[in-house]
């Protein structure tokens, strides 16, 4: 089984990988287009994001799975919400999508994005700890480590390969 990740971050290829640990699986990391803003602002955006990496990573290297996982955030009522989502693409089905978890941001932090920044280099000030996107995330400075970005991508990435094998059973 080939399996081609839209990303070459690596707490999504570790997500992938952890989901897929019992099967005998080659695994291909791309750097790949998500077709959205560097900081999808919508639940639609970051879908999409998610969705264009899966399809993207299929078509580019011929595997049996194409993976997106794209991460963003939503405005809400209470305000500005960290929000992650996911695609499995395979080849004569429609793309596969689940969501993950989901947590308010601080409003300084909140502020900052509203403003056009990026989430990543907005973590990488606030917490002062270099590419906090490829490691802990910041589902996990904000859950003071109890979640970090890979397992948060893994809960996605189980429910993707969870859907596919229900419907292809």
Same mark, same amino acid.
């Given at each position: 089984?080939r399996v081609v990740i839209g990303s070459k971050n690596p707490a999504k290829n570790?997500?992938?990988?952890?989901?897929?640990?019992?099967?005998?699986?080659?695994?291909?990391?791309?750097d790949v287009s998500s077709g959205v803003n560097a900081m999808p602002f919508s639940d639609e955006e970051t879908i999409k994001g998610?969705?264009? =990496?899966? #399809?993207?990573?299929? &078509?580019? @290297?011929?595997?049996?799975?194409?993976?997106?996982?794209? $991460?963003? !955030?939503?405005?809400?009522?209470?305000?500005?919400?960290?929000?992650?989502?996911?695609?499995?693409?395979?080849?004569?089905?429609?793309?596969?999508?689940?969501?993950?978890? =989901?947590? #308010?941001?601080?409003? &300084?932090? @909140?502020?900052?994005?509203?403003?056009?920044?990026?989430? $990543?280099? !907005?973590?990488?000030?606030?917490?002062?700890?270099?590419?906090?996107?490829?490691?802990?995330?910041?589902?996990?400075?904000?859950?003071?480590?109890?979640?970090?970005?890979?397992?948060?991508?893994?809960?996605?990435?189980?429910?993707?390969?969870?859907?596919?094998?229900?419907?292809?059973?």
């Amino acid at each position: 089984m080939r399996v081609v990740i839209g990303s070459k971050n690596p707490a999504k290829n570790e997500a992938v990988k952890n989901a897929f640990l019992h099967q005998k699986a080659e695994f291909i990391s791309l750097d790949v287009s998500s077709g959205v803003n560097a900081m999808p602002f919508s639940d639609e955006e970051t879908i999409k994001g998610a969705v264009n =990496r899966a #399809l993207a990573s299929l &078509e580019h @290297a011929n595997g049996d799975f194409g993976i997106g996982l794209e $991460g963003g !955030v939503q405005e809400t009522s209470h305000g500005l919400f960290l929000s992650n989502w996911g695609a499995l693409a395979a080849k004569d089905i429609p793309p596969i999508i689940a969501g993950g978890a =989901r947590i #308010l941001l601080p409003e &300084e932090i @909140a502020v900052r994005l509203r403003d056009g920044e990026e989430l $990543g280099p !907005v973590m990488d000030d606030y917490a002062r700890i270099q590419n906090v996107r490829k490691k802990e995330g910041a589902i996990g400075i904000f859950t003071n480590g109890f979640i970090d970005r890979a397992e948060m991508f893994t809960h996605i990435m189980k429910l993707l390969l969870g859907q596919y094998q229900y419907r292809t059973k």
